[in-house]
C-alpha cells in the first residue's frame, strides 16, 4: 500500500516540473485544450488498483473511502447480468417443464392404486419440510421482487404501492430466512443417513431415472434424483443462507468488495436453487400420480412405492408396515 | 439549462471542515449521517491532498440504477434527487455509487437501514419546494430560492465550487493554467463521463 502512495505523491510532486515550461509560454496564448479527461486523474487511476482511501476526522472510518470502482462492475451485473442469469434458469426450467409435462404427461403408478399404504414421513418430517418449503416459497417470490420488480411489477401497480409492497417483501425477506434455515437443519438431522450417495444412485441416473425411458432402477428409501435434490437444497441453501446474514448486517465481517461477492453469490445460487426447487415442485405435485401424498399425509400407495422405491417398499414390508384400507382408492371406470 | 456539479480543487483544499459544518447545520442531518465528508489523502507525506465529497450528481446515476423501487430522479439541472416515501432501505445504491454519498440511519431490525440520506445540492426532494414537509426530510431548498449549494459558499479557501458545470470548469481552467499544476477535477470523470472535461 505505502508504495502506491509513494508513487502517486511522486507524481503530484513531479508535475510541477514537467509542467513549469510549457505553461509559462502558453499563459499568454489560448488556454490549454480541453482534454477529454483530466492527464492527472486517468494517471491516478491507472496506478491505482482498486480503491482509493484516506483518513478522515470522524468516527465512520468507512467514510474514508473516496471512490471505490467495483461500485461500477456490481452496478453491470445487477442490470446487466443478473436479469439474464434469472431468465436462463428459471424460465429455462418453466420451459422445460412445461414441454415434460406435453411430452410425457402425469407419470401414472403402474398396476394402478393397490388400497394399500405405507407410512413414508411422519409427522415431524413433513413439519421439516414444509416449514422449509413455504418458508423458501415466501424468500423467493419477495427475493425475485427485489431483482424483477421494478421492471415487471412496478409498471402494472404504479410507484407508491409497489415501494411499500417491496419495504414489507424486504421484511418478510430477512425475517423468514429464520424458520428456512430451522427447517433445513431439521430436514438434515432427520434425513442425511437415508441420503448418503452410493453406487445405486449412480446407476438410477444411469436409467434415466424412470424419468427418461421406462427402465426403474433399484432406490431405497430415497433415490439418486431426491439424493440430488437434499444435497443441492442444503448446500446451495446454507450457501445462501449465509450470504444472506452477510448482507443482512452488513460491514460487521467484510467490508465493500466483501459486501458485493456476498449480493452476487446471493444472488446467482438463489435463482438456481429456485430453477431446481420449481422442478421438485412439479414432480411432487403434477409430475408423478401417488407423489404428492408422500409428503401430504405421510401415507404412499403400496404399488407407487414398490415401482419407486423398491428396496424401502421390500424393508418396510418386511417389517409389517403396510396398511390395508389406506389411502385413496382408484376411482373405478364408469 | 444549467447543469449543477461540484468541483473540489484538491490544491486548495485545507480540511477545514466548513464544508460539513455547514451542510450539517443548514440542513439539521442527524449524527451519524455524513451527508459530506473530507477525506485526507497521503496524510503527513509529501503529496498530501484533501478533498471534499458528498454525492457528485453523476450523469446515468450508478444509485438511480440500481434502485429496486426506483426512488431516485434527476432533475432538469441534473441534480440527482430521490423520495424517502418510496426508498426500503435496502442499501443497493450504497454498493453501487463510486463515492459512498448514500447515507442510512441505523434504525430497524438487524442493523437494517432506515431510509437513505444524501447530499441533495440544496436542492430538497419531492415534496413542495420551500415546505415545512420538504424540510424535515430533506434540508432547505436553496436551489429554489436562486441559491447555490452552502457548502461551496462557506468553503473558506473556494476550493469547493458548486453551480453550472460550465462556470466552474472554466474556473477550474483557469486557476489551473495560473498555478501550472493540478490534481485534475477530480471525480469528473467518474460522475460526467460524457462532459468535455477540463
Known amino acids: ?334 | 439549462m444549467a447543469r449543477m456539479k461540484f468541483l473540489c480543487d484538491a490544491e486548495r483544499c485545507i480540511e477545514c471542515n466548513a464544508c460539513v459544518t455547514a451542510c450539517k447545520n443548514e440542513h439539521e442531518v442527524p449524527w451519524g449521517i455524513n451527508r459530506r465528508r473530507v477525506v485526507t489523502i497521503n496524510d503527513g507525506d509529501p503529496g498530501e491532498r484533501s478533498i471534499s465529497m458528498a454525492c457528485m450528481h453523476c450523469t446515468d446515476a450508478p444509485c438511480a440504477a440500481v434502485c429496486p423501487v426506483d426512488c431516485f430522479y434527476t432533475t432538469a439541472d441534473g441534480v440527482v434527487l430521490h423520495s424517502k416515501d418510496l426508498c426500503i432501505g435496502c442499501g443497493y445504491c450504497f454498493y453501487a455509487c463510486p463515492f459512498g454519498a448514500p447515507q442510512f440511519p441505523q434504525l430497524g431490525n438487524f442493523g437494517g437501514r432506515g431510509k437513505m440520506d444524501k447530499c441533495t445540492f440544496c436542492a430538497g426532494g419531492p415534496e413542495a419546494d420551500m415546505t415545512r414537509a420538504e424540510y424535515n426530510q430533506y434540508g432547505t431548498n436553496r436551489l429554489a430560492e436562486g441559491k447555490l449549494p452552502l457548502c461551496a459558499e462557506m468553503c473558506s479557501t473556494k476550493s469547493l465550487l458548486a453551480g453550472d458545470g460550465e462556470i466552474i470548469a472554466a474556473i477550474y481552467k483557469e486557476r489551473v493554467t495560473m498555478r501550472g499544476y493540478g490534481s485534475g477535477a477530480w471525480g469528473w470523470s467518474t460522475a460526467y463521463p460524457d462532459s468535455q472535461g477540463v
Open chain 1, 1 to 334: 500500500m505505502t508504495t502506491i502512495w509513494r508513487l502517486l505523491a511522486l507524481c503530484l510532486l513531479l508535475l510541477p516540473l514537467s509542467l513549469a515550461q510549457p505553461v509559462s509560454a502558453q499563459q499568454h496564448s489560448a488556454p490549454r485544450e480541453a482534454a477529454t479527461v483530466p492527464a492527472d486523474e486517468m494517471q491516478m487511476f491507472q496506478e491505482l488498483q482498486g480503491n482509493l482511501e484516506g483518513r478522515v476526522s470522524i468516527p465512520d472510518q468507512r467514510a474514508g473511502m473516496l471512490i471505490q470502482p467495483g461500485g461500477k462492475d456490481w452496478r453491470d451485473f445487477w442490470r446487466e447480468t443478473s436479469p439474464w442469469v434469472g431468465g436462463i434458469f428459471i424460465g429455462g426450467m418453466l420451459v422445460l417443464l412445461l414441454l415434460f409435462y406435453l411430452i410425457r404427461g402425469k407419470v401414472p403408478i403402474e398396476g394402478g392404486r393397490s388400497g394399500e399404504t405405507i407410512t413414508r414421513f411422519n409427522g415431524l418430517d413433513r413439519f421439516a419440510h414444509w416449514l422449509a418449503a413455504s418458508s423458501f416459497i415466501v424468500l423467493a417470490l419477495s427475493g425475485l421482487n427485489m431483482a424483477y420488480g421494478r421492471a415487471l411489477l412496478m409498471p402494472l401497480i404504479g410507484p407508491e404501492p409497489f415501494a411499500t409492497f417491496s419495504e414489507w417483501a424486504k421484511l418478510a425477506h430477512n425475517f423468514v430466512s429464520f424458520p428456512f434455515v430451522a427447517g433445513i437443519l431439521l430436514m438434515f438431522v432427520l434425513w442425511v443417513k437415508d441420503n448418503i450417495p452410493g453406487r445405486l444412485d449412480v446407476e438410477w441416473f444411469l436409467a434415466g431415472g424412470g424419468v427418461v425411458g421406462h427402465g426403474h432402477a433399484h432406490s431405497r428409501r430415497f433415490n439418486g434424483g431426491q439424493k440430488f435434490i437434499f444435497w443441492s437444497v442444503l448446500i446451495l441453501g446454507s450457501a445462501i443462507a449465509t450470504t444472506g446474514y452477510i448482507l443482512m448486517f452488513p460491514f460487521t465481517v467484510t467490508d465493500m468488495a466483501g459486501m458485493q461477492l456476498s449480493h452476487v453469490l446471493h444472488s446467482v445460487l438463489s435463482m438456481i436453487m429456485i430453477s431446481i426447487i420449481l422442478a421438485h415442485i412439479y414432480i411432487g405435485s403434477v409430475g408423478m400420480e401417488g407423489a404428492f401424498e408422500a409428503m401430504g399425509s405421510g401415507e404412499v400407495d403400496l404399488n407407487w412405492a414398490e415401482a419407486h422405491h423398491d428396496l424401502w417398499a421390500e424393508e418396510q414390508r418386511a417389517k409389517g408396515h403396510i396398511h390395508t384400507g389406506g389411502g385413496r382408492q382408484a376411482v373405478p371406470a364408469e
